[in-house]
């Protein structure tokens, strides 16, 4: 039971970033605005290790929440499915730090015990 609200968590963080750096920044895609960068991605990185901290089994599946719910958002807001294939490999390449924080992570804590 943990576990699926640990995966709407990080589902609604990657969602509930990119949309309100969108609605801030007034832009299309979060990831055009350089708070994305300086603010979106080091809050969902640190969420990212919170959940990985919490739950290390399988730890990748966090980021992949995240990741999914990134590109929710950004499909979500667009009129267009034209580009899905370049979003989606935009997306998970912005979100690969995700998961090599998470792995780092679930390492760590297994190592304490």
Do not use: H, N
């Amino acid at each position: 039971m943990q576990e699926r609200w640990a995966w709407i968590a990080a589902f609604a963080a990657g969602a509930g970033v990119c949309g309100m750096l969108t609605l801030i920044t007034g832009q299309r895609e979060a990831w055009d605005s350089p708070l994305y960068f300086s603010l979106g991605l080091p809050l969902l990185a640190g969420l990212a290790a919170l959940f990985s901290a919490r739950l290390p089994a399988r730890s990748w599946r966090w980021a992949f929440g995240i990741l999914l719910g990134q590109t929710f958002m950004i499909f979500a807001g667009s009129a267009s499915l034209g580009l899905f294939p370049l979003t989606l490999l935009l997306s998970a390449t912005l979100c690969a730090p995700l998961f090599v924080i998470c792995w780092i992570v679930s390492k760590l804590r297994a190592r304490k015990g």
